[in-house]
């Protein structure tokens, strides 16, 4: 089953239901009041920008762009990428292009003009959409990037060099295309983070992404009745492959651009969310804004709120431990992934197994791992090794790389370069990056254990462990911690 055939589910069985809501608290709205013969323009600091649609109208707008892209002469298999920061159009897109066959391709929103070039170039995407934040970056190379590809721009404003969304798709047929899209067809590319050099193209298939959906929900129950808050962007697969809980259950989700405690604390609130996903340092804000009184929680209607997860990043079990003092009845989760395995998820911590934070987890469901030596063995049990993991999510390649792809998929196994340890009750910890090692005096120094240990201390609130060079010993381990 195609990702496309949850959306026409959720069209067809909850049309009226919300599917997106976004909020922009940087933008006031507009209440315009009528006295007499004037017209009085107010803006009301406590209101924010806030748009949503349906699911019906989610499928439609999918549909809409679906069939603009075909009258353009975009086809199966060819490449759309999306360079857009979080916004309602953002997944709309998305399934248009899936809808057709065509491959997603989204574009992290920092990139520089080189790498969004790169990138584009890499993929060999033939359309991109891009937003009004990327006008000045796109402009500098659009000479050389239109010259075979279109350019769609979403937003007020087009710049000359783009075609306008809206103008394009208002007129197109909102009926599904019905393009047959199998398991096994490409569904979308994604990048690496780029950590040694420019990034990597990952290709998944549309039963990647279906797992992903079937993960999310089945280690964090989604139900009808759950709203997902969503504040890390779109283009990641993190974000991306939490929302397809949402999308599996058919259940509402809130885009939030803004990450201050209090912004985060009121769309909980104002939007009855009870599924937040954050990262560590907007937890720690959220911790430090109460305990200076910036805000009260008590001021908020948060007892919807029933989990609170972490992921792409080690959690410091003192933000954990501070956390459930100020919202005891939380439960906890972290998910352990890389956009290689479609993101979070191929090992997981488990809602009940909060006793064990620090640790990455298990087998996520429908996950195989095993940490194994330099041969690809299973080491004993306590032993340190390379942390390898196998499931329906793990990508078809490295796009144009076979040698990469064959360094990294070894029998269906995918190698994460991440080191780690099994303890005595089968949780994985992360030792550390497997180019991170601190050699010193011949011994091998893991950093994430050393920082794991000084993050233990009820006064650090996170800490970096990092390698400088020693005449005597050659390297020495130096930590750098936060309190």
Not at 170 to 186: A, G, L, Q, R
């Amino acid at each position: 089953m195609p990702i496309t055939d949850l959306l026409r589910r959720n069209a067809e069985l909850y049309a009226n239901d919300t599917a997106l809501v976004e909020v922009n608290p940087e933008i006031t709205e507009v209440r315009r009041v009528t006295w007499k013969d004037y017209e009085l323009i107010e803006s009301n600091p406590r209101s924010c920008y806030r748009r949503e649609i349906t699911w019906k109208v989610f499928d439609e707008k999918a549909n809409r762009f679906a069939n603009m892209l075909l009258d353009r002469g975009v086809k199966k298999g060819d490449k759309v990428g999306i360079l857009l920061m979080n916004c309602l159009e953002w997944l709309p897109v998305y399934f248009g292009i899936l809808k057709i066959g065509a491959l997603a391709v989204p574009l992290n929103f920092r990139y520089a003009s080189a790498e969004i070039k790169y990138c584009l170039d890499l993929a060999e995407v033939d359309v991109l959409m891009f937003g009004p934040e990327f006008i000045g970056r796109i402009e500098e190379i659009a000479d050389e990037i239109s010259r075979n590809r279109l350019l769609f721009y979403i937003g007020e404003g087009c710049p000359s060099f783009a075609e306008h969304y809206d103008s394009l798709v208002v007129n197109c047929k909102s009926e599904d295309p019905m393009i047959p899209i199998t398991d096994e067809d490409d569904a979308a590319i994604y990048f690496s983070s780029g950590t040694t050099g420019f990034p990597k193209a990952i290709l998944h298939d549309h039963r990647s992404l279906v797992h992903s959906a079937a993960v999310e929900q089945n280690h964090h129950g989604q139900s009808r009745d759950d709203v997902f808050l969503c504040i890390p962007p779109l283009y990641h697969t993190g974000a991306k492959m939490h929302w397809f809980g949402s999308l599996q259950s058919g259940s509402k989700a809130v885009l939030l651009k803004g990450v201050k405690p209090k912004t985060i604390l009121e769309t909980v609130s104002n939007e009855n969310c009870t599924i937040v996903w954050l990262l560590v340092p907007w937890a720690q804000d959220i911790l430090d804004a109460i305990d200076r009184g910036d805000v009260n929680p008590a001021d908020y209607q948060l007892s919807q709120w029933r989990l609170m997860h972490i992921g792409a990043q080690p959690v410091p079990p003192s933000l954990i431990a501070r956390w459930k003092k100020i919202f005891p009845d939380h439960l906890y989760d972290t998910n352990y992934g890389l956009s290689e395995s479609i993101g979070p998820g191929c090992v997981h911590l488990g809602m009940e197994n909060i006793h064990k934070v620090g640790a990455i987890g298990k087998a996520g469901f429908g996950w195989e791992v095993k940490i194994a030596d330099e041969n690809g063995n299973t080491v004993e049990r306590g032993q340190v090794g390379e942390l390898y993991v196998k499931g329906p999510g793990v990508m078809k390649c490295y796009y144009r790389d076979e040698k990469a792809t064959a360094d990294t998929l070894k029998d269906g196994w995918l190698l994460t370069g991440d080191m780690a340890q099994e303890d005595e009750d089968g949780f994985i910890y992360l030792v550390d990056r497997k180019k991170d090692v601190i050699i010193s005096g011949g011994e091998n120094l893991y950093p994430v254990q050393i920082e794991d240990f000084l993050r233990a201390h009820p006064a650090v609130k996170d800490v970096a462990v990092i390698g400088l060079p020693d005449k005597r010993l050659g390297e020495i381990a130096a930590a750098i911690i936060s309190i």
